[in-house]
């Protein structure tokens, strides 16, 4: 049923689910969990309630579709920022910088407002805990290819872990102020400890 | 004026404010930042609302006089358990075990609402700022103290701070699963680290 005429209404129709998932993160960011329903998310998107509704039936289906594609976009954003990263020297601390500003950004603060409403709400939390460990799952496979290590060595894995938890934390300082001074310090010396201490595979150094 | 007759009413008085803050802390945890307002407070410690107004006048004072309490319960339950620490070789995991666990308890999901909330209400973000930078100040003093480090040397100060940056996101990944096993690999890990890469001032290992 591949006829020209359906092609624009299933362009139509992604461009919607688009707008629908875009509205959603910045609902959620703005006003969090508690404040974003699938109204106020129709209306901040131009689209009627009843085409929100037939694509995400509930605030969760919508929810579901904007962690995801914020894990997506964050994936994406890294890799092709890792594309752009010296060989060489630098690049050790090129890659840190880069995972220490993993979380800098407003898509962090949607987030964290998802996770704290999913600490309290039941309904929301058997949603959240999955999405939430694919993503970070897939961060932490990025960070290991972009640091070049051999997770076998013992302690590699403990590191590349601590990168990521230390750059939420670092995320979370940077939520009410700006921290990029005191970040770029910690960055440098944080690839300064890597350099020392973690097992790479690849010589990022070479 | 120090009658025998003022004695139990100051010490009443002192009941009821420490009540207000101890569930104002609750509240904050449960209901967030929006959910949370003098009423619910003063009816959570079973006190008036005339009461609780006569103690704090807004909900920032309230929040004020907890962040404040929160602050320094945790700066003297660090000190408290610092005083049972092993000297020695045990000596530094112990220390990182006590440091990386610092915002894995219910008081770090209420600082989180705080935070949250304080990044888009301007009314709160003025009061939350300042107290946090000074509770941020004395949590990286105890650190320091803890680990014995001098802060002179290079790059001392930033891996104490990375250490209590990282306690953060460990925290965060605590909050909606139970993250204790991969947290203990990541202390001991990060141990090593911190006894190789970290110029200690008092041997901590002597």
Known sequence: MNTPAREPQQERSRTTRRRLIDAAVTCLGEFGWNGTTVAIIAQRAGVSRGAAQHHFRTREDLVIAAVEYLGEAQVEQLRTRAAQLPQGQARLEAVVDLLLNLYTGPMFRTALHLWI?????????????????????????VALELLGVDEDRPGARELVQATLDLARGLGLANLLTDDARRRTKIVHEWARVLGVSLPQRSGLSS
């Open 117 to 141: 409403a999913a600490s309290t709400d039941e309904a929301l939390r058997p949603v959240i805990v999955p999405l939430e460990a694919r993503v970070g799952r897939e961060a932490h496979r």
